[in-house]
């Protein structure tokens, strides 16, 4: 049984940064993908960023290039989105997502369709 859990999320200042974690458990192979999403109120739930272990492909939200960085710790089964200059639109319930696939022939890397298992999600808040 899959089980992702992510932690790091929290109040921070625009401009500031921020990482938050995902630890993943239950993955029987190397083939597997996986990636962060965020949901604002009253909007709809958008990919952020993607990481295909097999290829080490990563993808990225055109809101979030060149802010925001996708990475993998092997030892501790847990992979990381560290957040810098984030801005006010950052503010969402960011979610960690997986599957046991290397991506999809159908969806692309960010589509919420790609992935089978979802974490609890953890609040990022910015505001002065």
């Known amino acids: 049984q899959v089980q992702l859990v992510e932690s790091g999320g929290g109040l921070v200042q625009p401009g500031g940064s921020l990482r938050l974690s995902c630890t993943a458990s239950?993955?029987?192979?190397?083939?597997?993908?996986i990636a962060w999403f965020r949901q604002a109120p009253g909007k709809d739930r958008e990919g952020v960023s993607s990481f295909i272990n097999s290829s080490g492909r990563t993808s990225y939200a055109a809101a979030v290039k060149g802010r925001f960085t996708i990475s993998r710790d092997n030892n501790k089964n847990t992979v990381y989105l560290q957040m810098n200059s984030l801005q006010s639109d950052d503010t969402a319930v960011y979610y960690c997502?997986?599957?046991?696939?290397?991506?999809?022939?159908?969806?692309?890397?960010?589509?919420?369709?790609?992935?089978?298992?979802w974490g609890q999600g953890t609040q990022v808040t910015v505001s002065s």
């Open positions: 997502a997986a599957t046991l696939e290397s991506g999809s022939p159908i969806y692309p890397p960010l589509s919420p369709f790609v992935y089978d298992y």
């Open positions: 239950g993955f029987t192979s190397d083939d597997f993908a």
